[in-house]
C-alpha cells in the first residue's frame, strides 16, 4: 500500500529536550515536505526536499532542521522544543513531475512541548 | 505571492442538504487548486485537484469544485451533505511561480458539521 508514515503520533516533551519525529514513505517520491498546523493558521511549510541532499527552508523554518541521506526518508529534528513548536505536524511527498501532482499525506504527529 | 482565502472557519448544514465551502486564491500565475480533507485525527486526503483541464473538477465521495477564473474562485459543493462528511476541508494553491519546490499554499481551513 502506498503511504506515508510518521513516527511517533503522539509525543510530549519538555522543553530544550531535543527529539526527533521520522518520515517514511514508499512511493519512490523525490518530493518531500513538512507542514505544521495550528488552529486558524491551515498547514504551513516548514522545510522542503527535492531530492537527496538537496533541502531547503519553507515559511517557518526557524527551531527546526531536516536531513535526507535517503529518497524515502525525511526526519524532522527540532533541537531545543520551544512550547510555541507545540503544534500538529504532517510529512508529506509527491514526485517530481508537473506542479499538479498530488502531494500525499502522513497520518500526523501531535506534539506538545511543556 | 500565492494565497489562499476560505470564507467562513464553520459551516453547518442538514442532512441531505446542500454542501458549499468556498475558496478564493491568489495567483499570479495560472494556478493549480487542490482541495482536501481531513477526518478528526487523521492526515489530508485529496478531494479533488484543478490542473487546468476542464473548469469542473469531480473529486471522491460526491463532491465537486468548478474553477472560475473571472471570480478567480474554486468553490467545493456536494448536492447532499452525509453525515460522514463532517470533517475539516482546506483548499490549497500551487503554481510555477513560487519557491519552496512548487509548494502547497493552504487556507486555514473550514470546518464542516452535518446535523440531523
Known amino acids: 500500500e502506498a503511504q506515508v508514515t510518521q513516527n511517533p503520533r503522539y509525543l510530549i516533551t519538555v522543553t530544550g529536550k531535543k527529539l526527533t519525529v521520522t518520515c517514511s514513505q514508499n512511493m519512490n517520491h523525490e518530493y518531500m515536505s513538512w507542514y505544521r498546523q495550528d488552529p486558524g493558521l491551515g498547514l504551513r511549510q516548514i522545510y522542503y526536499s527535492m531530492n537527496v541532499e538537496v533541502t531547503d527552508k519553507g515559511d517557518v523554518p526557524e527551531g527546526y532542521k531536516v536531513s535526507r541521506k535517503e529518497k524515502r526518508n525525511f526526519p524532522l529534528i527540532l533541537e531545543s522544543p520551544s512550547p510555541n513548536q507545540t503544534s500538529l505536524y504532517f510529512c508529506?511527498?509527491?514526485?517530481?513531475?508537473?506542479?499538479?501532482?498530488?502531494?500525499?499525506f502522513g497520518p500526523g504527529t501531535r506534539l506538545l512541548v511543556l | 505571492a500565492q494565497s489562499v482565502t476560505q470564507l467562513g472557519s464553520h459551516v453547518s448544514v442538514s442532512e441531505g442538504a446542500l454542501v458549499l465551502l468556498r475558496c478564493n486564491y491568489s495567483?499570479?500565475?495560472?494556478?493549480?487548486l487542490f482541495w482536501y480533507v481531513q477526518y478528526p485525527n487523521q492526515g489530508l486526503q485529496l478531494l479533488l485537484k484543478?490542473?487546468?483541464?476542464?473548469?469542473l473538477v469531480k473529486g471522491i465521495n460526491g463532491f465537486e469544485a468548478e474553477f472560475k477564473k473571472s471570480e478567480t474562485s474554486f468553490h467545493l459543493t456536494k448536492p447532499s451533505a452525509h453525515m460522514s462528511d463532517a470533517a475539516e476541508y482546506f483548499c490549497a494553491v500551487s503554481d510555477l511561480s513560487t519557491g519552496g519546490g512548487n509548494k502547497l499554499t493552504f487556507g486555514t481551513g473550514t470546518q464542516l458539521k452535518v446535523e440531523l
Open positions: 495567483s499570479s500565475v495560472p494556478p493549480y
Open positions: 484543478y490542473t487546468s483541464a476542464a473548469t
Open positions: 508529506a511527498s509527491r514526485g517530481q513531475g508537473l506542479v499538479g501532482e498530488t502531494q500525499y
